[in-house]
């Protein structure tokens, strides 16, 4: 059965012995990371509104999202901006002020300094020019060594677009992206260049972070943020006998996720 252990500083010793066969500081680690509510403590799609008149939409609008169709309703949001004389550089200013989560800011710096042995990616809902806005304001862009999210850029008529990341065939994702399907490929195109990792952890906290989670590895980590979707998705399979494969530590802040790197490669 899964047991999700709650990361703190009593449990040091725990960690040493449940990981022992992965704590090798010559291995290079994958770390995957979720964007919204996960780098940041808020939901970049939503933070926009702010820019909306009166910081709100109208009641149709907001109404006009259908489950599984959130790019294309994002579309409209960023059409109603546009015509609303919404202005790329508005925007920026906008995104730019959106918080990291606690801790975040030591995290990223942290694995920064550690590019030897971390591979660190980005997978999310979010789109290109938000993510691409927020991490080089904060001078986090070089952590990072993709970013697979929706695409987006500004039209001729300054009117911000988003398009789909890619089709898939999966039912239990959104229609616009499958994190399964980006993280095995992401992995597949890693081996062909002779790239393997000893452990892959994940950090997230939506619904559409538990199809990757599934399709990590005994050896692997689910990271979950506490009080979030993934965690009471995983503990949910863990009633039902259907547990995930990979270890599971559940987070608060960042810097649990840090003592767990710190742990992961000290000699």
Known sequence: MTTLVYINNSLFFCLFVCFGNCFLAAM????????DHTIVDE???TW??????????????RNSYQPGHWTEYMGRVFAYLGDNGVKEDEMKRTMTTIPFTTGMVDLLGFIGENKDLFDCIIVSDSNTVFIDWILKAADFHKVFDEVFTNPAAFSSAGYLTV???????????PKNLCKRKVLKEFLDK???????YAQIVYIGDG???????MFLKK?????PRQGYTLEKKISQLAQDLSPVE???????????????????IKE
């Open 207 to 213: 619904g559409n972070d538990l199809c990757p989670v």
């Open 219 to 223: 050896d692997d980590v689910a990271m």
């Open 48 to 61: 926009i509104v702010k820019c909306a008149p009166e910081k709100k939409l109208p009641n149709g609008l």
């Open 190 to 196: 890693q081996l062909e260049q002779g790239v393997s």
């Open 43 to 45: 939901n970049s799609d």
């Open 163 to 173: 398009q789909n990341f890619h089709a898939h065939h999966c039912v239990k994702c």
């Open 246 to 264: 990979c270890s599971v530590l559940v987070w608060s802040s960042a810097t649990d996720i840090m003592s767990y790197l710190k742990l992961l």
């Open 28 to 35: 290079k680690f994958l770390l995957v990371f979720d964007f």
